[in-house]
């Protein structure tokens, strides 16, 4: 029987502006627009291939995966198979090059290489737009993994304009994001539930009204390469985001204690002079962004906390790829 196949990587990325609660959930529109930047160092490699099986099957780093989250794949295959006027169904391996169950989200990387790989392999030519968009399908924040360095997802006015553009090339800025792994468990609630508890909480709409201004100066910050700027909005986009989740009914806390040792030590480094800033996304490990040239530095700091299990380094990364 014939099959088609392709690979793609991509990697996964740190929002700088957050993403969180939809003015749509099943197209996933956001409230507000959110900028990211990429990391170089994580991928998901994922290879789809049409033709020679009965059903739609999904392999993430060697263990099989039924349920939601193969529903959630065949839901993006289905759309590539319709675009395309086929109707195989597809096998799905994907690996991702950091430890599963360390806390580093896989769906922005792993629906970025999932785009790419099921559009390739059904003989789609996607423009990066419309890739950004089908990503975009199976979890919001893939959107932003597409395009290449430091991105930023227009929330757009529908489905068709609500893609992930890159502002700057991962070469702008030689930034790194430090991971502080404070906490491996998987989390309670996923992101998918947490947007849609966004709207219950009376701070959701403050944070939302005041995207606009955080976006443009973080935007400004990027292009500027204005460190302190970006170090002052980030965590107050961080912080307004966690307020929400915190206020949210029922609530959201995310955080460990060893997340607040983080960012207190991260704040009196930064006192001291020491360009470091903290974002935490929606789980309890820490990424403090610095200049690369800190980094060794920070790290060494970092894993002397304690609680702190690991910490990551990746500089800015590129776009998704196809791998020959
Ligand atoms: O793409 P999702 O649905 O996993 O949502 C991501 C939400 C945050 O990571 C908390 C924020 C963001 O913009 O990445």
């Known amino acids: 029987m014939k099959t088609m196949s392709a690979t793609a990587q991509a990697s996964p990325n740190i929002a700088f502006i957050k993403y969180w609660g939809n003015r749509h959930s099943a197209l996933r529109l956001p409230v507000n627009g959110s900028i990211s930047m990429n990391l170089a160092n994580l991928h998901t490699r994922t290879t789809v291939t049409f033709g020679g099986v009965e059903q739609d099957s999904l392999h993430i780093n060697g263990l099989p995966v039924s349920g939601k989250g193969l529903q959630r794949v065949s839901a993006i295959l289905g759309l590539v198979r319709q675009r395309a006027g086929i109707s195989l169904a597809a096998e799905v391996v994907s690996e991702n090059n950091f430890p599963t169950g360390a806390g580093i989200a896989s769906s922005a ?10 559009s390739q392999a059904a003989g789609l030519n996607l423009e990066q737009a419309a890739l950004s968009r089908l990503a975009r399908l199976g979890s ?5 993994s597409i395009p290449s360095g430091f991105v930023e997802w227009q929330m757009g006015s529908g489905d068709e304009d609500s893609v992930a553009v890159s502002i700057a090339p991962p070469e702008h800025w030689a930034l790194a994001d430090c991971v502080a792994v404070v906490a491996a468990a998987e989390k309670d609630t996923g992101s998918s539930e947490g947007h849609d508890l966004a709207p219950s909480s009376p701070l959701q709409a403050a944070r939302v009204a005041d995207a606009p201004r955080r976006l443009e100066i973080c935007r400004r910050a990027i292009l500027e390469r204005d460190f302190t700027a970006l170090a002052e909005i980030i965590e107050q986009d ?40 903290y974002t935490i996304d929606a789980g309890a490990n820490v990424h403090v962004i610095c200049p690369q040239s800190h ?13 702190v299990q690991a910490v990551l380094v990746s500089p800015v990364g590129g776009g998704a790829l196809i791998l020959p």
């Open 295 to 307: 980094a060794a530095q920070a790290q060494q700091m970092l894993s002397q906390i304690p609680g």
């Open 238 to 277: 961080s912080d307004l985001m966690h307020a929400v989740m915190m206020t949210s009914r029922p609530a959201l806390f995310y955080w460990q204690p060893a997340t607040l040792s983080v960012m207190a030590a991260v704040r009196r480094s930064r006192r001291e002079g020491q360009p470091l800033a």
């Open 109 to 118: 990387s792993g629906f970025a290489a999932l785009a790419l790989a099921a």
């Open 140 to 144: 919001g924040s893939a959107s932003r």
